[in-house]
């Protein structure tokens, strides 16, 4: 009797995590094998050459720069996840969001962007595409008509985040997804905030998806990261020959590192989305926050579309205490949360954007986002609840 083979789509996320991608040597190990090697032999010459032109029938590597073992693992995890059909690793996540653009553009066609955006992803579009020929024009990006009405016959590319960082403005990705259909221009979304397990998306009409796998998909704060995914087909000819010849391959140990990290991502995420809640709905209350900005609580602008889109809230609140003193008060009060610009991580992190990772915005480009001096950005992670609900209503209280 043959037995049925389970297919890996049809799993839950919790198993495609553990056993998506798993690829196992002639040795059975348990656990992936990290194959640190740069390069891989061949038998014979005749091999090598089959394997160059792409005419070979056994499957094998040529060069890590190309591709790798534990690096196709986790892509191949990672795709499972996202329900996408294929996925390249970057070496960090701002080599998945450069590549993503660059593969799509060239001198001539015009880049639509919402504001708000992560600062090294607004000095690709603002400041290094233009150099290169490619114009942009950024929107706001709740605002729909304007993006319509920014398009142009030579618009090739949309991109934009969302939950956006840093004050979690959240676009509608479907709606978005239409205009860029109709425009005949892909969708590029930089999910990072949002995370794989709460908000897909290629099922809203993307074409492309981006990931610092640095943040929630490492979780423990220890490698950089990133990762492409979408059709086989538009990420081979947009970006095979550019990963190839450019090299911003994804280093097999930190494959492999990423590889333990995203096991253990849908019970992280989730137990850190929940204490978020909580977290969002105590500073909200309190007299010293002026406001809160989390996506699935009531008071947030795009509460509506946040609910239609987003399966969870995430990991990350932002809120505003008034000024820069307040916020470098608050901050300085904290005991347990430590200030870092990272996000994602077990550890509770917290920042100041104006200062630090949104310095590279002029003051004009900050207030049209709304990111006054006052904003404060806090990461939730793994700690318990009432201590990190303690540690916040001390350093309120402490402005
Ligand atoms: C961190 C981050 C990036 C860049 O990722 P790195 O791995 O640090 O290069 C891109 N987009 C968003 C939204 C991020 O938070």
Redesign the pocket.
């Given at each position: 009797m043959s037995k049925d083979i389970e297919d890996p789509q049809d799993w839950e996320d919790a198993t495609k995590l553990i056993r998506g991608g798993l690829s196992r040597s002639h040795w059975g190990e348990t656990a992936e094998a990290l194959y640190l090697t740069q390069s891989f032999v061949y038998d014979t010459a005749e091999q090598a050459d089959e394997r160059f032109a792409g005419t070979s029938n056994t499957p094998g590597f040529i060069y890590s720069r190309y591709s790798n073992p534990t690096t196709k693992m986790f892509e191949d995890r990672l795709a499972l996840l996202e329900g996408a059909p294929f996925c390249r690793s970057t070496?960090?996540?701002?080599?998945?969001?450069a590549t993503s653009l660059v593969g799509l553009l060239s001198a001539g066609d015009h880049i639509l962007a919402s504001k708000a955006?992560?600062g090294?992803?607004r000095w690709i579009i603002t400041q290094y595409l233009p150099r290169m020929g490619v114009e942009f024009t950024t929107v706001q990006g709740t605002d729909l008509d304007a993006w319509k009405k920014a398009v142009r016959p030579n618009t090739k590319v949309l991109f934009l985040?969302s939950p956006?960082?840093p004050l979690l403005e959240v676009i509608d990705v479907a709606a978005v997804a239409a205009i860029a259909k109709e425009a005949g221009a892909r969708l590029v979304v930089?999910n990072?905030?949002a995370t794989p397990l709460f908000q897909k998306p290629l099922q809203l009409g993307a074409d492309i998806v981006?990931?610092?796998?640095?943040?929630h998909i490492d979780g423990g704060g220890r490698v950089?990261?990133?990762a492409i995914l979408g059709d086989e087909a538009l990420i081979e000819e947009s970006y095979r020959d550019f990963l190839r010849h450019t090299g911003p391959a994804l280093s097999p140990f930190n494959a492999w590192v990423l590889l333990k990290g995203i096991e253990t991502i849908d019970l992280r995420v989730r137990r850190q989305s929940e204490t978020a809640a909580t977290l969002a709905d105590l500073l909200a209350d309190h007299p010293k926050t002026k406001r809160v900005f989390y996506p699935l609580r009531k008071d947030h602008p795009q509460y509506e579309v946040a609910k239609k889109q987003m399966s969870g809230g995430g990991t990350l609140i932002a809120l505003d205490v008034g000024s820069r003193e307040a916020a470098f008060r608050f901050l300085n009060a904290l005991q347990l949360v430590d200030i870092s610009n990272?996000?994602?991580d077990a550890k509770s992190l917290a920042t100041h954007p104006s200062t630090t990772?949104h310095r590279s915005f002029t003051e004009e480009d900050r207030l049209a986002i709304g990111l006054t001096d006052g904003c404060v950005r806090l990461s939730v992670g793994l700690e318990g609840a009432n201590d990190l609900a303690r540690d916040l209503t001390r350093a309120l209280e402490a402005i």
């Open positions: 070496a960090s996540g701002m080599a998945a969001v955006l992560f090294s992803c985040e956006a960082n930089d990072v905030f981006v990931y610092s796998a640095t943040k950089l990261g990133g990272n996000l994602g990772t």
